[in-house]
């Protein structure tokens, strides 16, 4: 079964070696002459369950540090730390890694979200909140039709085969299979309309640069109200000003940057939201 919805995923970071700087902290162990520390060690808790024994998290991964750094070892004796693409790849790994780090430096400046802005926020939101739904669908995924017309017209069938041997018949590929929407992951007005369509009835939706007919197979209410509710809004609200504090530190950037493209490569138009700002403030750890 998959999962759908516009939730946004944190960036997994790789292991970033060769060309490292010293390493500090108290060594923990020895693999070939080259130390594991405990800074290193604390690192790796980032990836920790909430509520785990830290002491003890720290003492069961350290095998696989050691695993890790020998396999870095055999990478590194046959040149891979060498090539042009593992630069590239370390490169655009510290970058990630930098925003990132960036985005935690500025929430340690954002202030804790006041009870009216957080009551606020849940009452704009019901299908976040009180009101929030999961539906099991049967979906089918196309591409984007070439006209609005032709849209219109896949819009007329009343049943998910129908709408199926038509695509078929216009040799139009799709995919066909079942998901849980969750109403909490869909932008507001999108929400409401799927939480009033009749089950069985198609809707058809945006998804990522296609399109989706959708068929509620089941509903099931999954309400979120109280101090859960306070909290979660909470935390929504904290990553969105999170988001636009490392956004307006990129519009400076952007001020007092020269920014140049070469012949073909000039973006159209303006981009209004930067997928890398979202990334970032998505990676910041929960309070």
């Not at 979120?224 to 979660?232: C, H, K, N």
Request: proline content about 7%.
């Amino acid at each position: 079964m998959k999962h759908w919805s516009w939730s946004v995923v944190p960036l997994a970071l790789l292991a970033l070696s060769g060309c490292q700087s010293k390493r500090e902290g108290k060594g923990v162990a020895q693999v070939d002459g080259q130390a594991i520390t405990t800074q290193v060690l604390d690192a790796e808790l980032a990836d920790a369950p909430p509520g785990v024994d830290r002491l003890a998290y720290r003492k069961a991964i350290l095998p696989q540090l050691v695993d890790r750094t020998l396999l870095v070892q055999a990478a590194q004796k046959m040149g891979i730390d060498k090539t042009p693409e593992f630069a590239a790849q370390r490169e655009r790994q510290e970058q990630k890694l930098l925003v990132e780090m960036l985005a935690q430096k500025l929430a340690a400046t954002v202030p804790v979200p006041n009870v009216q802005a957080v009551d606020a926020y849940i009452a704009a939101h019901p299908y976040e909140f009180a009101q929030r739904q999961k539906f099991y669908v049967d979906q089918i995924r196309f591409a984007q039709p070439a006209s609005t017309e032709a849209l219109l017209a896949l819009g007329q069938f009343k049943t998910l085969d129908a709408l199926a041997d038509a695509l078929t018949r216009n040799a139009t590929p799709f995919t066909r299979d079942h998901v849980l929407v969750d109403s909490a992951f869909l932008p507001a007005a999108i929400a409401a309309q799927v939480a009033k369509q009749p089950s069985g009835d198609p809707i058809l939706l945006p998804y990522q640069g296609t399109y989706t007919a959708n068929a509620i197979v089941q509903r099931m209410a999954a309400p979120v109200t109280g101090e859960p509710a306070r909290a979660l809004a909470g935390e929504i609200l904290r990553r969105k000003a999170i988001a636009d504090a490392l956004g307006q530190t990129l519009k400076e950037q952007r001020k007092k940057a020269r920014i140049a493209y070469e012949p073909g490569f000039k973006p159209d138009g303006k981009a209004a939201d930067s997928k890398t700002v979202r990334d970032a403030a998505d990676h910041v750890p929960a309070r």
